[in-house]
């Protein structure tokens, strides 16, 4: 789950992590007005205008704006409310821009990037800073690795003062910025650790003239499996920044991701649906989504899961990838006749079954009358759904 950069700074603000004096706003004309209030409770004229999108770099795309007047200000909220946004992470097609953030400026001294996140390699969550804030950390890492700086968190003790303190010495900071750097980190780790985040990055992390150490950015995600612990999250999601079809898979309980190509899948089993992806991209397409229908669908999950992919417009052809141990293939079989013919499905569909009653599967399918092309394999399918999916264009 993610969350908005406001929502974030909040989050942080109850952990004791400092963040500049702000206000979000649902509307042009909230924003407007929250422009002259951010300026008295801060204490200068300059406000930053910054569009609250699930996407980095919005910079670059024109969606934050500094303002050192408040007649500046309301233009940069009239301009970037309702834009459509594009930054090198929401693709060519943007996203509308529906929230704004009004923020107060700052005299900034220099500007860091940190992240924490878990580490596969090393089992263990990991603290990434850089003195290259304000840039992409994936550029950083490939033109200049060497001003990646990680520190490993000991699960057995936690960030320690030391880490702080050696972190505060690879970046630069001395003095008072070292000591702020060091409750800022405290105050971080904890807030990770205890909503159970899947991804924490502030770009950038500042130091001001005055020695202080803020977070200026605040991207969060949530591990979604450990929401059940946190239901008042659930109130700061955002379906307007959500995929509709992911939503939609959600309340059937399926792992589904889109993707961007044009092939549809319904696979069960995570690895399988990998191993399917692949196999197609090997024979020359690309799949549209992912999706694991798990291992106890019934006929009416497996219906609800073609409807979800049969609405991504770009979908040309499908491939049902199914082996049948807890799932089994007469059961999937009666879900696909029914799926078919609910949604009255046009475009080429490729089946492969094999497992538990595959036999039974197989024969239910032939006898349905329904234009349903089988495959003899994996393999055999995924030429078969390419063929297809580029005989539909």
């Known amino acids: 789950m993610k969350i908005h950069e406001y929502q974030g700074k909040q989050l942080f603000q109850k952990y004791g992590v400092p963040v500049p004096i702000g206000i979000p706003a649902m509307t042009a004309e909230e924003a407007i007005a929250a422009i002259p209030k951010v300026q008295q409770q801060a204490g200068?004229?300059?406000?930053?205008?910054?569009?609250?999108?699930?996407?980095?770099?919005r910079g670059k795309g024109g969606g934050v704006k500094v303002a050192k007047t408040r007649a500046d200000a309301e233009a940069a909220v009239k301009k970037i409310f309702g834009m459509q946004l594009v930054t090198p992470q929401t693709g060519p097609e943007g996203k509308k821009v529906q929230r704004l953030l009004v923020e107060q400026g700052l005299a900034i001294e220099h500007e860091y990037y940190l992240g924490m996140l878990l580490d596969r390699a090393t089992a263990r969550?990991?603290?990434m800073a850089s003195t290259e804030g304000g840039m992409d950390i994936e550029e950083v890492a490939e033109k200049h690795p060497e001003k990646i700086i990680k520190e490993a968190i000991d699960p057995a003790t936690g960030w320690q003062d030391w880490q702080s303190r050696t972190l505060a010495k690879k970046l630069g900071l001395?003095?008072?910025?070292?000591?702020?750097?060091?409750?800022?980190?405290?105050?971080?780790?904890r807030c990770y650790e205890e909503m159970d985040c899947s991804l924490l990055e502030i770009n950038p992390l500042i130091t001001t003239k005055d020695g202080r150490v803020l977070a200026l950015d605040a991207k969060i995600n949530f591990d979604d499996n450990a929401m059940f612990r946190h239901p008042e999250l659930e109130e700061w999601r955002d379906p307007a920044e959500e995929d509709a079809q992911e939503i939609e898979a959600k309340k059937w309980d399926l792992s589904y991701i889109t993707l961007e190509g044009n092939i549809g899948c319904m696979v069960n089993g995570a690895g399988?649906?990998?191993?399917?992806?692949?196999?197609?991209?090997?024979?020359?397409?690309?799949?549209?989504?992912?999706?694991?229908v798990g291992g106890g669908a019934t006929a009416e999950k497996v219906t609800a899961a073609f409807k979800i992919i049969t609405s991504d417009p770009h979908v040309k052809a499908i491939f049902v990838n199914i082996f049948g141990g807890i799932m089994k293939c007469d059961t999937i079989a009666a879900g696909v006749i029914a799926a078919v013919k609910e949604v009255g499905l046009k475009m080429p569909l490729v089946v492969r079954l094999e497992g538990t009653n595959v036999e039974l599967?197989?024969?239910?399918?032939?006898?349905?009358?329904l234009n349903i092309i089988p495959a003899a394999d994996m393999a055999d399918g995924a030429q078969k759904v390419v063929k297809a999916a580029k005989g539909a264009q």
């Not at 001395?174 to 780790?189: C, D, I, N, P, V």
């Open 125 to 127: 969550v990991t603290v």
């Open 44 to 57: 200068t004229e300059v406000v930053v205008v910054k569009a609250q999108i699930h996407a980095g770099g």
């Open 174 to 189: 001395a003095g008072k910025a070292a000591s702020e750097l060091g409750k800022f980190m405290k105050a971080l780790t």
């Open 361 to 369: 599967g197989k024969k239910m399918l032939s006898e349905s009358g």
């Open 272 to 292: 399988l649906a990998m191993s399917t992806m692949d196999i197609i991209k090997f024979y020359g397409g690309a799949p549209a989504n992912f999706l694991d």
